[in-house]
């Protein structure tokens, strides 16, 4: 049991998976911020949230980040009798970008914030990325959320529970990211169920084909990146449940910008060598109600003991 007192904090960027073909695989972290901090307390759960989710999140066992603790104090052999969670966030709810990924992994990396206190060994990169992908169960926006930059995992399910793995991918320095940030929102379990059971062997072709290109693309090619991000597998029969999304999509390649679906939507991202999207293309996006901007790569989760948010 560990004593009351301690602090510990955790900061954990959001995430766009799929990137196009790369559906359940590719994920980027994008350098927007959630931030949790913690302090174990004598008895009881309280549970603070500042911005987005606000008012709106349960404030009890049920919330996402302490079960997410709860689970990494399991894994890491301690217990509480008692925690204050206050969580700041800035990953906006319901749009594909990992808010719920980065619940998962901030919840479980603020557990070695205490765990370091006591000198208890602490969760690796690997268990991160395993108990966040079988706790949210989206290893792209997991692994993402764990290493930063750009990544593509992988489940072995030769293993039981399945093993979830990912590598980094040197994601090449000229491109810039542009999400754009529907006030629309959409849950990723209700975009799944609009996906077919089985698909063609031309359409798996296709995925194959452009997923491979799609590593090259983002580490050396980014010339690449307009066919590397076709997509036949999950983006248009996504499309008639987010027309505006599928729209402003379609727009921006128009345009010729790598733009695609982030994570399950109605998010999009757009990849791009050019320092800026068209002027058009903006003013598009601003008068449909999309907030697009400029966005670094995010970085890998950080904790610290503490109660200083790690910067
Ligand atoms: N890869 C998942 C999907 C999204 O497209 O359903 C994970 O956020």
Not at 26 to 41: N, R
Not at 207 to 235: F, I
Not at 244 to 252: D, G, I, P, Q
């Amino acid at each position: 049991m560990l004593p009351a007192g301690l602090m510990a904090s955790a900061v954990v960027a959001a995430s766009s998976a799929n990137l196009g073909p790369g559906f359940d695989s590719l994920g980027l972290a994008l350098g927007l911020y959630d931030e949790i901090v913690v302090e174990t307390i004598g008895s009881g759960l309280i549970v603070e949230v500042e911005g987005e989710g606000a008012g709106q999140l349960p404030l009890d066992p049920g919330h996402l980040v302490v079960r997410a603790i709860q689970c990494g104090l399991h894994a890491a052999g301690l217990s509480v009798s008692g925690l204050t969670v206050r969580c700041r966030n800035a990953i906006p709810h319901s749009r594909g970008l990992g808010s719920s990924a980065a619940a998962a992994v901030g919840g479980l990396a603020v557990v070695n914030g205490l765990a370091a206190q006591v000198d208890s060994p602490l969760l690796t990169e690997t268990q991160l990325i395993q108990l966040a992908s079988e706790f949210e169960g989206h290893s792209d926006n997991a692994a993402a959320a764990v290493m930063g930059g750009a990544v593509a995992s992988w489940i072995d399910h030769s293993c039981d529970p399945p093993c979830y793995a990912a590598v980094p991918l040197r994601l090449h320095p000229d491109i810039h990211l542009f999400p754009a940030i529907p006030e629309e929102r959409s849950s990723t379990a209700e975009a799944r169920v609009m996906l077919p059971k089985q698909v063609s062997h031309y359409d798996a072709r296709f995925n194959v084909s452009r997923a491979a290109l799609l590593v090259v693309a983002l580490t050396e090619r980014p010339d690449l990146l307009m066919p590397a991000t076709e997509d036949v597998l999950h983006q248009p029969q996504r499309a008639a449940a987010m027309p505006a999304s599928a729209e402003y999509l379609n727009l921006l390649r128009r345009y010729g910008i790598a733009a695609v679906l982030s994570g399950a939507g109605p998010a999009l991202i757009a990849l791009t060598t050019e320092p800026e999207l068209p002027l058009e293309a903006l003013e598009y996006g601003a008068a449909n109600g999309f907030t697009v901007s400029e966005m670094a790569a995010g970085d890998g989760v950080r904790w610290s003991s503490g109660v200083a948010v790690p910067g």
